[in-house]
């Protein structure tokens, strides 16, 4: 829109318009609390009444600010669409950052080569902030971030030093339950599928396995232990080799729902059933458990909300707040259904 004498309306018209200094303006534009009320409104007026527009490309020179944040999944593409957790964390991720004027930057970055580009991009300063997802060992990269001191928020947390902000599920608890649900139901023969151990969601997901069997005074056998990489796959192949190892087991507990699916899978082939031969739990409560047949008794995590919460202690942290807690760790609870 144009003003008056016929040209695009600036910061000085508005601020004429408005009746206040152009500093004031600019506060109110950029979301300044120093600014009163009156002139605020009179400001937001003036903006409605001439249609201004704010230059971004300006604004983000003088804020040094892009007002873009950057999610950085460490998968293949294979797994980013193949799997519901990553859709999940997704959709919460981007419905946390509606209201905060934030853009999402969706980024795949597997490999240490990837890392290492990636890194070249961030430092150059493209983004206010980033969101990493599905770290795998003691990997340097969100380390490297918070010394460029780039606003970062991990999903989980690495199995190396601790970052100054992550959410992360009751993984531990979770699957305490889970097994403390099967020893209930009478089985003794408990294996588990466990995802991987350079990932903290793997070791801590098989550390409350192992919680539970030590509780109810069952031994810790490590051949009734396999490890796989969360996918479906993996959960056929590792059902597999427990069977052959222990064609006896009663229960199988996988680190997650695609891991379930495969054990499933691979236990009606044998000419199993579940849960009268052998018990199913998965971890996730991924849309899916509710419709395998049988249905998958689960631990239940919130991973949509995980990712709103992602998004809103990094849109916290790039507006310079210290959010306290820095670190936020969700509840998990027991879905029963048909498979256990």
Partial sequence: MLDDNGHRPTLDTVAARAGVGRGTVS?????????????????LKAIRELGYVPNQAARSLVRRRTDTVALVVSETEERLWGEPFFASIIRGISKGLVDTGLQLLLTLSHSRA??????????????DGLLLVSVHGDDPFSQNMEQLQLPIVLCGVPTGARPLSYVDADNRGGARQAVEYLVGKGRRKIATIAGPQDMQ???DRLAGYRDSLRAA???DDPSLIVYGDFSEVSGMARTRELLERHP?????????DPMAFGAMRVLRDAGLRVPEDVAVVGFDDS??????????????????AMGREMARLLAARIRGEQPDPPVTILSTKLVVRDSA
């Fill in 201 to 203: 969601v793997g070791a």
């Fill in 27 to 43: 506060r109110v534009i950029n979301g300044s609390p120093k600014v009163s009320e009156q002139a605020r409104e009179a400001v």
């Fill in 287 to 304: 849309p899916t458990s509710a419709q395998t047949d049988p249905p998958l008794t689960t631990v239940h995590q919130p991973v949509e």
């Fill in 248 to 256: 006896d087991l009663d229960a199988v507990f996988t680190a997650s």
């Fill in 114 to 127: 990837e890392h290492a580009q990636l890194e070249r991009y961030l430092a150059e300063r493209h983004v």
């Fill in 217 to 219: 005074d069952l031994p």
